[in-house]
């Protein structure tokens, strides 16, 4: 660690893995492991997905979302959780091929596997419209995907927060890592929220990744009986 590393580690608020953390899997992909990934996901038969991004503007210009996709978090099991790198700007190396992620992605998304979101509107638009090839999914598609949002609403159309976490931490018992925390107080005033100047391998990077698809994976389980009944 240099001394502008050093500096930057100083400034940054220490963040404990959480206690449930403790009992999953949480892993950084790469273009080596990413076919067995996707493979696992397949076998499973319904895993969990969420985007990373450059911000929350999904709105469509010159074929792509103005914001761009950083990375894809997957889990198959709500036990196991992936992160897949694909735009940390000054962590390439930490990076698979968005060549590469877009072709796994085809094979997964044209699979029989059924994809769980969270708020899927927000993560469909960026895959329809990835700026890496074609289009990832078909959304219209009945019965191809479910939504612990749309399913938190079916369950209780008066619940006013359905946000992932605040739903993790009721439904779950399982409180997840805040955005803001991952920068410096510096890196917020210069970039906002941007995932992509995150260094992926960082450990609560990681966690933070993994643990959006985790929870949505369990959600799913927490609330499908008593949103469909």
């Known amino acids: 660690m240099d001394f502008f590393d050093a500096l930057e580690a100083a400034a940054r608020t220490p963040i404990t893995k959480k206690p449930w953390m403790a009992d999953c899997v949480m892993t950084?992909?790469?273009?080596?492991?990413?076919?067995?990934?996707?493979?696992?996901?397949?076998?499973s038969g319904e895993y969990a997905i969420d985007?990373?991004?450059?911000?929350?503007?999904?709105?469509?210009?010159?074929?792509?979302t103005i914001n761009r996709i950083v990375g894809v978090c997957l889990s198959p099991d709500g036990v196991r959780g992936y992160y897949v790198?694909?735009?940390h700007l000054n962590h390439r190396d930490k990076c698979v091929s968005s060549i590469v992620v877009h072709a796994e992605l085809s094979r997964l998304t044209s699979s029989s596997a059924i994809a769980i979101f969270h708020n899927g509107k927000f993560d469909q638009e960026?895959?329809?419209f990835n700026g890496w090839g074609g289009p990832l999914g078909e959304w219209d598609k009945p019965g191809s995907?479910?939504?612990t949002l749309i399913l938190a609403y079916l369950r209780n159309t008066r619940e006013?927060?359905?946000g992932l976490k605040h739903l993790s931490k009721t439904e779950l018992d399982m409180e997840m890592i805040e955005l803001d925390e991952l920068f410096t107080p510096e890196e917020l005033k210069q970039h906002g929220k941007n995932f992509s100047i995150l260094d992926p391998s960082r450990e609560p990077v990681l966690w933070y990744a993994c643990s959006d698809a985790i929870c949505t994976y369990r959600l799913k389980k927490a609330l499908y009986a008593a949103a469909v009944l």
Not at 28 to 43: F, G, K, Q
Not at 52 to 63: F, I, K, Q, S
């Open 145 to 147: 995907w479910e939504d």
């Open 85 to 87: 790198p694909v735009l």
């Open 126 to 128: 960026f895959l329809q």
């Open 51 to 64: 985007l990373e991004t450059e911000g929350l503007d999904n709105r469509v210009y010159n074929g792509r």
């Open 28 to 43: 950084l992909v790469t273009e080596a492991t990413l076919p067995a990934v996707i493979d696992e996901c397949i076998a």
């Open 160 to 162: 006013r927060n359905k």
